[in-house]
């Protein structure tokens, strides 16, 4: 009789178990896309850098004229749409950023179409596109 009362148990932590899992990427996802949007917000392009994947970052470094255009506008505004999974390791996100050029204080808006990937090893969403294109509004 005690072994009929531990099989409902053990299909109930079947059941938890991917879904706290779930939960964790999902929450880990929840956590990177506001700390993504506040670094780009407040801290700046340059701070960005550390949220693209570090294969990207080496395959296609970010070059000095880039980096030199980037210091010359801040983010004045942020607004991104729900993400948009594309697979099971893999999400989109559209945000439109707001840029203020620092020298004439001319504002613009481009639109960044973002691709996340999610890393098993590291437990950590991954930015595969790089910062947004400023040169040329979308």
Known sequence: MGRWLLLPLLLLC???????ARSKKDKAMDQVLMDYAATLRWGGFEQGLSFID?????????TTVELNR?????????????PVAISKTEIQVLAEIGIINNHN????????????RWDEKTKRWWLMTGLPTITTPN
Do not use: M
């Open 54 to 62: 570090p294969e990207v970052r080496q395959t296609k470094p970010i």
């Open 70 to 82: 980037y210091r010359q506008v801040r983010v004045s505004y942020y607004h991104q749409q729900s």
């Open 105 to 116: 204080q001319s504002e613009r808006s481009v639109v960044d179409r973002q691709t996340w």
């Open 14 to 20: 079947l059941v938890v178990a991917p879904a706290e």
